[in-house]
């Protein structure tokens, strides 16, 4: 991209680059919470307004064009408002300082504001969610078991707008801390080539493979997803790639999506850099981030290992998804571009020898600066780095606003005791058992995250979902997990499923088709969480040994679910085959590591494959006889050579 001066004139630019520098400033120079937390919030809310300015054709322009601009002037108005009274402000005592009326004016319209700002970002069943909370802590007290006096309309204010305990608290504190840095460190490294070598290299290692176009969908979202962590920008930054592979290929253009949307997906699982939403687990937990890094390596290799045992049998059983050698043999030579992978290994490094998560990833980011010289094709110029600083400011405002206004719900839930209430009518409702409870959660979950961005998702499912489960024995960091992995995969639960719709548009298919399809193949993770409830070694809470026997325990039970969920192990499998297969995988899933139904469940299951593999008449085929069962197509190879496609493909 060639320097154009005219760049200089977007004052996004300007705006984003006050917010860039800020953080890094505040890397080297410490500042207390009550300026660093409004400091980063109100710059975030004033690039949202900026890039997103209000698009309806109700108003006329020149009546959008004048409410923006009020708004802009709103939010300046809160920054001066709040600098002039930043030392009462920190000085100030909760529950003994007076609220002034300065307080609660400047106080309502922040917080219009950052509906608005909500509003303009994740749509409106955020805001819908926020006001109920809203209401709920003003008229608790009308409802007939209630049991809460409400607040007042002062200490409403307060709590929301003058503590760390409302929008300016934990979920604000994760975007100044951590999703900022890491944000900076994905645009870097995309805008160096980072990004185009991931997905070559998983073309390099399975485009030759059956049904490799799936599987570069697959391997090349799991690495994109190590620097992301977002299932969006995940789709949007492979799927441009992955999505005509598949259809060229052969897979039809609704699976195409859902595969690439379930691939993306697990990126908000795959260390180092998980969601937005792990960052708000650590400072949830008040845990380092890299621990909670640490705990989701296994819960991911089990996703990505069974999305890809699915789309390795589908390939097989349909034919379809094979790449022509020429594809493979056209991407560009890896050699020249390997050094492109020293910064996601600095940021690793970083975290193994237990440097804080933002100095991880601003050293990482520091790294693909000289490595953007190493060849002069790839040389950088100004306009590539302007650019750099205004996508980092438009996509850390647009995760900063709706986490920071996610702070109103937890303020109230917590003031409330609504959580402490709910938990206990869970655990009711549940009759007090875990198992009742986890799929209670499981549902809490997947309807949350049908309407909300999986950080929201997961927030709420914390603060209300998380307790009942610790009360019922299960570990914090578990509890937390399992919420936390049900509000991933609500991103390709219908019917708002949002990366499956990305990935429908750049599919041309039906969003709702995509999604539905996406939610189906979901299913061969499902069971993975009741995994590390049963056993907190699969979340390195255990000895190594335990670690490595609780893993090989998870892989095998996950394998045999994806291949009954499929219904093909080198033929066509019949109901009463596949259904015997579910059956084993859930025996071993949910039993403790070295059970007897743990044992039961993963030799019965691979002595069936075993026996199944080399003697297809040996099954479940006296229930169904093998005659009645559709024929195996052809290997994937001829009907490649052939043209050919089975009958089912895609």
Partial sequence: MSFDLRMLRDVRLWAGGVLVVFQYWILSHPQPPMVTRPTHLVLALLLVFLWNPLAT?????????????????????????????????????ENVSPVLTEDIVFGIVFVLLLLEGVRRTTGMILVWVILAFLLYGAFAFLLP??????????????????????????????????????????????????????????????????????????????????????????????????????????????????????????????????????????????????????????????????????????????GTGTLPAKTVDDVEPLLGRLHLLLPPIVLITCMVFEFSAQTSAMYATLSCFPLAFVRKRDWIGPGQFLEMVRATGRQAAEIAVPIGAIGV????????????????????????????????????????GMGLPTVAAYIIGAVLYAPALQRLGVPQLTAHFFVFYYCVLSMVTPPVALAAYAAAGLAQTSPWAAGWKAFQMSFVAFLIPFAFVADPALLFQAPPLDIVIA??????????????????????????????????????????????????????????????????????????PRSMMPAAPPPASSVAESGSRHPSAG
Avoid at 274 to 303: K, S
Avoid at 424 to 437: E, K, Y
């Fill in 145 to 318: 078991a209630g049991g809460f006096r409400g607040f007042e309309f002062e200490e409403y204010i307060e709590i929301l707008t003058l503590t760390t305990s409302g929008i300016f608290g934990v979920t604000t504190e994760t975007s100044v801390t951590f999703v900022f840095y890491f944000i900076a460190f994905g645009v870097v490294y995309a805008a160096i080539g980072g990004g185009r070598l991931l997905i070559d290299l998983a073309i390099r290692l399975v485009g030759r493979a059956n049904g490799g176009s799936q599987k570069v969908a697959v391997v090349g979202s799991s690495l994109m997803g190590m620097i992301t962590g977002s299932a969006v920008a995940n789709v949007a930054a492979v799927g441009v790639f992955t999505i005509p592979l598949m259809k060229k290929s052969g897979v039809s253009p609704d699976r195409a999506a859902a595969t690439e949307a379930i691939a993306s997906t697990g990126g908000q699982l795959m260390p180092p850099v998980m969601g937005v939403a792990a960052f708000v687990m650590a400072e949830l937990l008040g845990i380092p981030y890299a621990r909670i890094a640490l705990a989701g390596v296994i819960p991911a290799v089990a996703y990505y290992m069974a999305l890809y045992i699915l789309v390795d049998l589908n390939a097989r059983k349909t």
């Fill in 57 to 93: 054709d109700r108003i006329p322009i020149w009546l959008r064009r004048v409410i923006d601009g009020a708004i802009v002037v709103g939010v300046l108005g809160f920054a001066l408002y709040y600098w002039q009274s930043l030392t009462r402000i920190e000085e100030r005592i």
């Fill in 551 to 624: 893993s090989a325990g998870l892989f095998v039970p996950t394998g045999l679910w994806a291949v009954g969920v499929v219904g093909y192990f080198r033929h066509d499998l019949g109901w009463p085959d596949r259904i015997f297969l579910m059956i084993c995988s859930v025996m071993a899933i949910v039993a403790p590591t070295g059970a007897l139904l743990w044992w039961i469940g993963n030799g019965a299951g691979v002595a069936f494959l075993a026996i199944n593999g080399r003697y297809p008449g040996m099954s479940f085929g006296f229930l169904v």
């Fill in 409 to 448: 719900v937890i303020a109230i839930a917590v003031q409330s005791n609504l959580a402490l209430k709910f938990s206990a009518g869970l655990i009711s409702v549940s009759g007090g058992f875990l198992a009742s409870s986890l799929i209670l959660i499981i549902i809490g979950c997947i309807i949350m």
